[in-house]
């Protein structure tokens, strides 16, 4: 089971890094870095690179794409239209076709969220729209074979959901334990449905610079 | 403020990349990822490799101290005599010392461990006691300034406990939401408190073996 995680200048780490550390996991999969170029990424904070060890010709046909989000370069990896190609074929053929965060916004851009419920980062939610899909406020949105998550962090619970559908709950629940996933947030803010009106304009305020 | 992320070869992404991700957010912090030699480290999948922008002697007085865990590549950085005298000397004067997962092993081996209580993935709790310290089967520990997480995704809630410590509850709110922590795993096994004897045996295998 071939895996691809995209990466490209700007993409947010985690996004990326909580499906990999799950997925990698599953039994007789191969999880493979792609990107258009191969070398290294640098994450939306300029403080960290990853390494794509493949290029999109390198995997035309994964079993399993993950399109992680991030600020102002998945907005550019959005209009790529190496990217975008790269994505409506790999999806033709895929078995899973999933997103983190604003990776709705590039599976949204490459036309295949047309008519279906998706999620993305909340403070991106408005952008979905623009492809046709329509902003669900749930973690993890599953419309046949593609899995939407919310934002940043939720790439793990999507993950612990595919696994589940890919090897069973049992393997799911054994990749769990094995992460120790078993989360303990100090505060209860994570969600616009939960946080004070105070916290959500503070952090749409710090989100929305990185867009600009 | 001065945050270094130490990474190693065999080191675990997620162990890393969780507290990064929430660190990143802090106002006026600039996290380091940093190496015994600076370049690309391999994380313990091999699927994936980090980029070292700093080495140990880049920052020899980080305020925050970062050590991610993993499995064979956590046991010999846990030996490295480099590694451990750049702990020793970057502890004694942090602000805060912090691990994940396997990373108390590390910690541990540099000595400062001894006589405290700490947590560790749950896999290799039995190691702890070698260094003098006790596990407790908390998702994060604070003893003073060292904070140690259990295993791998525990990162993230460590770093949010931190990240209120160091700029305050609303701050940590707001870090909270811009990454959307709103954790639903779709299962309830990520603790072996709650994971079926099964599940807990075959993750057990799996894990074990990583480290022989």
Chains 1, 2 share one sequence.
């Not at 994450?43 to 493949?54: F, I, P, V």
Request: proline share 4%; net charge negative; charged share 20%.
């Amino acid at each position: 089971m071939d895996i691809a995680i995209l990466i490209y200048d700007g993409f947010t780490a985690l996004d990326a890094v909580g499906p990999y550390e799950v997925l990698s996991c599953l039994p007789n999969a191969k999880v493979h870095f792609v990107s258009k170029e191969p070398g290294l990424k640098r994450t939306h904070t300029k403080a960290l690179s990853l390494s794509a060890d493949y290029t999109l010709t390198d995997l035309p046909n994964p079993d399993i794409l993950v399109i992680p989000g991030g600020t102002r370069g998945t907005m550019a990896a959005a209009k790529d239209e190496t990217i975008l190609d790269w994505i409506k074929k790999a999806h033709a053929t895929s078995k899973w076709t999933t997103s983190v965060c604003t990776g709705a916004l590039i599976l949204g851009a490459a036309g295949i969220l047309r008519g279906l419920k998706a999620t993305t980062h909340w403070c991106a939610k408005d952008y979905l729209s623009q492809f046709g899909a329509e902003y669900t406020n749930d973690r993890v949105v599953q419309q046949g074979k593609i899995i939407t998550a919310a934002g940043v962090s939720s790439g793990i619970d999507m993950a612990l959901h595919l696994a589940g559908e890919i090897a069973g709950k049992e393997m799911a629940q054994v990749i769990q334990l094995i992460i120790e996933y078993d989360p303990k947030p100090p505060f209860d803010s994570g969600s616009i449905l939960k946080a004070d009106e105070s916290i959500i304009e503070l952090a749409e305020n710090a989100v929305k610079r990185e867009f600009e």
